[in-house]
């Protein structure tokens, strides 16, 4: 008997009295059913196909399993394996199959589709652990074993572990293996370089995460890039990126600005759900949160033993720091030649598209192209088909901007080919901000002269012409993002608020490879600034082989500082008001030639909007919780004595 208590004997009266009226109904009429049309399985005829597909889940030491999808060219054998570690799914390529071509298959994902088809590599890709058909949990950017990690795995062991049963159980490999990506799955093959399977032949790491805080997705110099809260909810919110971002605007600027604060907006999206999310608010300055994840950090402690090929692209939007930070890292103790370097004239993953045109540059021919086969495709050949005939790649590639010329260097930065390395130099140089909004180059400072603009963080300087479409990469929709860093500058130096030097007309070329440095001597009648310097060729105004360049400003360098970490980026502190104060900082690399005809200009600005968030101008604790009323105007002083520290190029007399 069941127990009903006091209180709900008239509840259950009436429900067994209307059990009993329906029992009392008459039964529905029974119809035969229609049989399904759909199999309990489908099993895709693959007769035709040029490959097999195997979707495997690989066990990690901690009894996870990670989903890996290997792709085997028919007929391979003594193939070697490129691997791919990736959060962005890769049961994609086991669930259907779009083409019965190895080739075509690759193309809408894969780092060098082309290559891989070519060379006749077994392709393997992974999702990481937590992500999309692997188990497990997921941590964004997951830090090694150790302080931040606790547990006893991390990419590192995961690719250890991956390469260890891959080579027992592909039986068409030659047991070497290397392994590729772009972005996030750039930074895990940096991760596979820490204690590295000794069957892991070649690394390349291509536009990698490498420091989060410094330069690349998440802040620079401090500066939140809040355009990524998108990405940042995708991402980390479900396990296979169900859950979407809602857009209120047609322009992001408008969207930005009614939230007010990058943490108010994130709130409203319930951001906050995120342990991700939480990290980022609870650690806005440079502490050992970052410090310890930061990967150029943690490979300078011991050489590089796998051959590596860093790529880097010059307008990268995404992750334009960490090649390059990799780079100077690494290099000084690599003593045995395993560390490489090609930089190209792309976005963010350019070296995979076409490389012909990037906006409304053109480059005279498909520079991707050109680096797939003359580098990368003789680079694994050599290392992971043990091809000791295939002749080793220049130190360093890198595609000269301006001239349009690829160069072979044996270091970088270097201003001459490896056969003049003797007949030339790079020595930085003065590009001085000087009175009459004029940029001179190696010219005498002026300790008091200013330029001024008003900086109103209700009309932020917008990152560029507005309407702003969403973060994303869909042409087609107008999602123009990658492209965003070649945008013509002259939307910005119109206004007001954007302090702008030039140079004279060039009567000759001026050529920089390597970082420019930014020396801002600079006030504001605030306690906290926000400083923008952009690094601008400005073409002649009419160019008659292609009129759409006439008076273009292109950047050729930009980044932003955040003020409150001028004394420490793990300290920040109120600026004094009104008093002129130093600032340096780095831009990201270039290998440029200003040519004759040109002018070189500087543009000056406090906001970046709403690329980076805000910067209330009033020091607050913590700019991702800055209240409406903290939002103020403040008058912003850039000294004469202010320069852009050039590396340029000269010949050796």
């Known amino acids: 008997m069941t127990f009903v208590p006091a209180r709900l004997a008239p509840l259950a009266g009436a429900l067994a009295l209307a059990g009993y009226a329906k029992a009392q109904q008459p039964a529905p009429p029974q119809y035969p059913g229609l049989p399904s049309e759909t199999p309990a399985e489908y099993i895709a005829p693959t007769a035709g196909f040029n490959y097999v597909k195997r979707s495997v889940m690989i066990p990690m030491r901690d009894g ?18 490129l691997l791919t570690r990736t959060p962005y799914d890769a049961g994609s390529f086991a669930n259907h199959a779009d083409s019965s071509d190895l080739e075509t298959i690759l193309s809408g994902y894969d780092n060098a589709a082309d290559v891989v088809a070519e060379e006749g590599y077994i392709r393997v890709i992974q999702d990481v652990r937590g992500k999309y058909g692997s188990e497990g949990d997921y941590v964004m950017n997951r830090p090694l074993r150790g302080p931040l990690n606790p547990t006893p795995v991390d990419h590192s062991t995961d690719t250890w572990d991956t390469i260890e049963w891959l080579t027992k159980n592909v039986p068409e490999s030659n047991g070497r293996v290397g392994i590729i990506g772009i972005s996030y799955d750039g930074f895990l093959p940096l991760m596979a370089l820490v204690n590295p399977h000794p069957a892991l032949k070649v690394a390349v790491p291509m536009n990698p995460m490498v420091d989060n805080w410094k330069g690349d997705d998440w802040f620079h110099n401090g500066a939140f890039r809040q355009v990524n809260l998108s990405y940042i909810l995708e991402q980390v919110v479900t396990r296979a ?22 943490g108010a907006l994130a709130k409203e999206h319930g951001l906050e759900q995120s342990g991700f999310w939480n990290k980022l608010v609870a650690h806005p ?11 150029d950090k943690i490979l300078a402690k011991e050489p590089v033993t796998v051959p590596t090929l860093l790529v880097h692209s010059l307008w990268d939007a995404e992750d334009i720091y960490g090649a390059i930070a990799v780079w100077k890292a690494i290099k000084p103790i690599d003593a045995n030649g395993n560390v490489f370097l090609s930089i190209g ?38 290392y992971l088909k043990g091809d000791a005939a295939v002749p080793a790649i220049p130190v360093v590639t890198a595609f000269e901007t301006g001239t349009n010329r690829w160069r072979n260097l044996d270091a970088w930065p270097s201003g001459c080919e490896a056969r003049q390395q003797r007949a030339c130099t790079i020595q930085p140089v003065p590009l001085r901000l000087a009175a009459g909004q004029k940029a001179v180059l190696d010219g005498a400072p002026d300790a008091k002269g200013y330029d001024e603009y008003v900086s109103d963080p209700a009309k932020p300087v917008p990152f560029r012409q507005r309407p702003i479409p969403p973060y994303g990469y869909d042409e087609a929709k107008g999602q123009t993002w990658p492209r965003w860093l070649v945008d013509d500058q002259r939307e910005a130096s119109g206004r007001t608020d954007v302090a702008t030097f030039v140079s004279d007309v060039l009567e000759a070329p001026v050529k920089i490879s390597g970082e420019p440095v930014a ?3 600079a006030a504001t009648s605030g306690t906290d600034a926000d400083w923008v310097v952009k690094l601008i060729d400005v073409y002649p105004d009419q160019v008659g082989r292609q009129p759409a360049m006439g008076g273009y400003q292109l950047m050729i360098a930009g980044d932003i500082f955040r003020g409150r970490y001028r004394e420490g980026l793990d ?15 780095g831009l990201p690399t270039a290998n440029h030639v200003f040519l004759p005809g040109h002018r070189i200009m500087v543009q000056v600005q406090s906001s970046w909007f709403p690329l980076y968030d805000r910067n209330p101008q009033t020091f607050v604790p913590n700019i991702f919780f800055a209240q409406p ?17 050039l590396p340029l190029v000269r010949s050796v007399p």
């Open 64 to 81: 996870t399993k990670l989903n890996t999808v290997i792709i085997v060219p028919k007929g391979a054998h003594d193939a070697p394996m």
């Open 241 to 262: 990126n169900t859950a979407r971002w809602a857009v209120t605007h047609y322009d992001d600027y408008d969207m930005y600005m009614r939230a007010v604060s990058a």
């Open 285 to 295: 300055a440079y502490d050992d949160f970052w410090r310890q994840q930061a990967m």
């Open 345 to 382: 004239p792309w976005a963010h993953g350019g070296a995979i598209e076409d490389g012909s045109t990037l906006g409304t540059l053109k480059f005279g021919g498909d520079t991707a192209l050109h680096w797939r086969q003359q580098v990368l495709k003789p680079f694994l050949a050599r």
């Open 519 to 521: 020396n801002l001597v």
């Open 571 to 585: 300290r920040p502190k109120a600026l004094a008001p009104n008093r002129a104060l130093t600032y340096r900082f």
């Open 629 to 645: 009323g903290d939002y103020k105007k403040a008058t912003q002083r850039i000294y004469h004595s202010s320069y852009v520290e």
